[in-house]
């Protein structure tokens, strides 16, 4: 098991008991990440902070019902992903934005291959790109797509 994913279970279990500081930072750990998934599905950054907003706050209000605390991961990207889903369903006209430089400054935005990459992947159908996304650039197993996706 590696280092981060021991440390995000302890954050949880620190989380359930009311641990402020531990939900800070569980946040600033998973903010940037969760926005970036998000808006791989909603092309719409916006929207995307928005939903992962939401989707913390579904956290708080559900911390003491997750018995598992190592399925935190599978857990938070299933809510950001039906939230985004639920988004996408809402505005399904809406235009795709262009990406945003404050997502990751400076990181894989900024470079060629993945601008061909999200290019390509927008033409996908949205299970589909979700499925890529996870496991490839997110780098989830297929277990932990399967029970983001619940399927």
């Avoid at 857990?75 to 006209?93: A, E, G, P, Q, T």
Wanted: hydrophobic share 35%; with cysteine.
């Amino acid at each position: 098991m590696n280092k981060d994913k021991i440390f995000d279970e302890l954050l949880v279990l620190k989380c359930r008991d009311g641990d402020k500081k531990a939900f800070e930072l569980l946040i600033k750990r998973w903010h940037k990440k969760l926005i970036s998934f998000s808006y791989k599905i909603t092309h719409d950054l916006e929207a995307s902070k928005d939903l992962v907003q939401e989707s913390w706050i579904s956290f708080h209000r559900g911390i003491r019902g997750i018995s598992a605390p190592s399925k935190f991961s599978s857990w938070i990207y299933r809510v950001v992903y039906n939230k985004s889903i639920d988004y996408l369903r809402k505005h399904r006209s809406a235009e795709p934005q262009e990406i945003a430089d404050e997502i990751d400054e400076g990181n894989e935005y900024a470079d060629d291959r993945w601008k061909t990459i999200e290019f390509l992947l927008k033409k996908l159908p949205t299970t589909h790109k979700t499925i890529l996304t996870l496991f490839y650039l997110e780098e989830h197993s297929i277990k932990e797509i399967s029970e983001i996706l619940q399927i």
